[in-house]
């Protein structure tokens, strides 16, 4: 009996602002249940001040700081459904790009065609897409090594994320970053790190660069960051570090925890002596939230809600995503400890299952339509796979290249030129 | 920070403070809080900040208060600051200077007198330089902020009141050439930072025995000059090496290891190099006067070279 079976009955909620009036199409009825597999439900949002957020078995709490007022929603129920036709498309491709991709990768992997760590974000997709698909080009995403579906929602094409995948040069970091580290300048996707925590601080850089630019530069600019990480980087410094700073300086930032309750054998029970995340928000200055990460309706919901805040300059928030991963944590994780039962019931939660019935039942999209996008990701993800295929492995000039922006930095050889200029250094064969 | 309005800086102390050396002093009031920031005490996490922020399209100098607290910036300062262009495949530059004073000081304890240059030096796509006088002081520091790399530019504890006078007008130094300090003919000797000044002061006193030492300030710790020092090494056959890193593993050790690599042919006698001890700097002033390189071992260790 996990702490978390009372927050799993919270729904999600909007961290309203003071002043902004809402007409939210949620459902007037307040859950307290456990969700089941096939629906989504949205509800009621009650935000009390943290004097008040001592949980009680069946009441449904948040935490906000203290200095955010919310009031309470009296919904109606004729607003619904909560997506219009083309968000349920855009939603649900993305989700099925990154079901089977990940699923190709294990194909791929067990063929011999993909080396090393490779970590699967198989069950997560509601967080990634929920998120990324509200943010515009110049919104940045930072992440973890758990990155090709992050890499996906944002943009990178599916080819240039499997060339990666397969040490080619033709991926997006032409073969030298590999599966834990993804990039695009194009798509400011900023990593993919392999150590957990240290893209935090990253993701507080870009978000400091988009306040600089904005009150220094006087540039037009309202860029958000969302930095993606897990439960276990919850324990490490860096993270509480980045709380601070960006709550200090109002950095439009949201920091959204995909808790999927183990890092790698670690039970996130085991390792945290709160294991409640979201509430450590607000002791920083920021909002908490907790949502339903299974479920991308809810997720999305209160993804407008944290990247509104930061964009019009409140601050940064703190979203807590409770979600699994059907996989181990990586394809060489045998995925012993984690109990059969846990894990149906989240299989049981599939997000690309609920929207799928969600969107049939509202009548937005017939599932003929659902079942072309299915065949057009399968085709999608086979030519990326072809085209990883017969790319090229990156040559030995390439070797050299790239250490430094100024290859002046390997510094001037015995003969008094720039090692750079040793045309055995084109050839990735100079001796630096 | 008046010609480019995405240079910025920011550290402990560096902003209202003036920089726990004054290095920084005025420059917050000119520029505002935002372009001259303090940050808590997280240097892990505000060096990454720096280097996202120098990722996104700014170009921040980063203050270690002290050198000896970067080590708590290892993760940012070797996965991420030297890593992340190649890792990228060439997306993202970092043009950051990350910079501090380090160094063995007056008493000041072993944690605060420690030489990062020798923990640095492994990590790939990093440059290191180190001044030694304010006139390179000055020119380091403009190349370092104009290079599309990033940059650890070492500063000493015991250097910032040196008095020189330096042009007014703008000038750039290499960031990977020596600087010839005293030319020679009979013994070079390779050194850097606060250890320059040992050498002159020794130097006077090999002058005065006849010797003709000649003296590089090798400046560029991370990539060696050496055409500099191999002209050097061709015209005296020998050389001897003095640093303020401890013996094993520092700058030295490279620095001999490069040189046996590429001069051999011209070496009339083995390196000598003369290190700091390997012990943790200690608080009494008598032992740490003998931790360190003092003039008078320069003088023997030369006389001893040119036998």
Request: negative net charge.
């Amino acid at each position: 009996m996990s702490a978390f079976s009372a927050l799993k009955t919270i729904p999600s909620h909007p961290i309203a602002g003071g002043h902004r009036r809402r007409s939210s199409p949620f459902l007037s009825s307040l859950t307290n249940t456990a969700p089941t597999g096939h629906q989504l439900h949205s509800s009621a949002a009650i935000s009390v001040s943290l004097s008040h957020s001592v949980i009680a078995p069946g009441r449904p709490v948040r935490a906000v700081s203290a200095n955010v007022v919310s009031e309470e929603k009296q919904l109606d129920g004729s607003a619904f459904p909560v997506i219009s036709r083309e968000e349920a498309l855009d939603l649900y491709e993305d989700m099925v790009l990154g079901r089977t991709f990940e699923d190709m990768c294990a194909q791929m992997y067990y063929r011999g065609k993909m080396f090393g760590f490779v970590h699967l974000y198989n069950g997560q997709e509601a967080v990634s897409t929920g998120f990324i698909r509200l943010l515009t080009d110049g919104d940045s995403v930072v992440s973890t090594y758990r990155d090709h579906v992050h890499a996906l929602s944002k943009g990178v094409p599916a080819r240039a994320v499997m060339a990666e995948l397969f040490g080619k040069a033709t991926g997006c970091c032409r073969g030298q970053g590999g599966s834990m580290h993804m990039f695009s300048r194009e798509h400011n996707l900023i990593g993919g790190f392999a150590f957990i925590g240290e893209g935090i601080p990253v993701a507080t850089g870009a978000a400091f660069s988009s306040k600089y630019r904005r009150e220094v530069l006087k540039e037009a600019c309202d860029d958000v960051t969302v930095a993606f990480f897990g439960d276990g980087t919850c324990n490490n410094g860096q993270f509480f570090e980045c709380l601070n700073m960006a709550a200090l300086w109002k950095l439009p930032i949201v920091f959204v925890v995909e808790n999927n309750l183990w890092a790698i054998g670690m039970s996130h029970i085991r390792a945290t002596s709160d294991p409640e995340i979201w509430k450590k928000g607000p002791p920083f200055g920021m909002p908490g939230v907790h949502v339903d990460g299974m479920d991308v309706l809810k997720v999305r919901e209160v993804a407008k809600e944290a990247v509104g805040r930061a964009r019009r300059g409140e601050g940064p928030t703190l979203v807590e995503c409770e979600t699994y991963r059907f996989r181990g944590h990586s394809l060489a994780d045998p995925d012993e400890l984690r109990n059969p039962a846990e894990k149906s019931r989240y299989t049981s939660r599939d997000p690309i299952t609920a929207l799928k019935k969600y969107v049939i039942e509202h009548g937005l999209v017939a599932e003929s339509e659902l079942k072309a996008i299915d065949k057009k990701i399968d085709d999608l993800v086979e030519e990326a796979v072809e085209f990883a295929d017969s790319s090229p492995p990156p040559p030995r000039s390439q070797l050299l290249e790239n250490v430094f922006a100024d290859p002046k930095g390997f510094g001037i050889g015995p003969d008094g030129k720039y090692r750079c200029e040793d045309p055995g250094f084109t050839q990735g064969t100079a001796q630096v | 920070m008046d010609s480019n309005p995405r240079v910025c800086v920011m550290g402990e102390d560096v902003g209202h403070y003036g920089g726990s050396y004054k290095v920084t002093k005025g420059l917050a009031t000119k520029f505002g809080d935002l372009r001259v920031l303090d940050t808590p005490i997280a240097e892990n996490s505000f060096t990454g900040m720096g280097i996202g922020a120098a990722m996104t399209g700014l170009r921040p100098v980063i203050e270690g208060m002290n050198m000896g607290f970067l080590l708590l910036a290892f993760n940012q300062i070797s996965n991420n600051c030297g890593m992340l262009h190649y890792t990228s495949g060439g997306q993202f530059t970092i043009p950051v200077v990350i910079r501090g004073p380090g160094g063995v000081g007056r008493q000041l304890g072993a944690e605060h007198s420690q030489r990062l240059e020798s923990y640095f030096q492994s990590i790939p796509g990093l440059q290191m330089v180190a001044c030694s006088t304010p006139y390179n002081a000055k020119g380091l520091m403009k190349a370092a902020i104009r290079s599309e790399n990033p940059v650890v530019l070492f500063e000493h504890v015991l250097l910032y009141n040196l008095k020189e006078r330096i042009p007014d007008e703008e000038y750039v130094l290499c960031l990977e050439e020596a600087e010839m300090v005293r030319p020679g003919e009979h013994v070079t000797i390779l050194t850097y930072s606060r250890m320059r000044y040992h050498v002159m002061q020794a130097a006077k006193t090999l002058v005065n025995k006849g010797y003709d030492p000649e003296v590089i300030d090798i400046r560029s710790l991370k990539p060696f000059d050496l055409h500099t020092i191999g002209n050097s090494i061709k015209k005296t056959h020998r050389v001897l090496i003095v640093e303020e890193c401890m013996r094993t593993g520092g700058i030295g050790a490279s620095l001999r290891s490069a040189i046996i690599d590429n001069f051999w042919d011209y070496l009339d006698a083995p390196i000598m190099c003369l290190s700091s001890q390997d012990v943790p700097t200690p608080y009494a002033g008598t032992l740490e006067e003998w931790t360190v390189v003092q003039p008078a071992q320069i003088v023997t260790a030369v006389e001893q070279l040119c036998k």
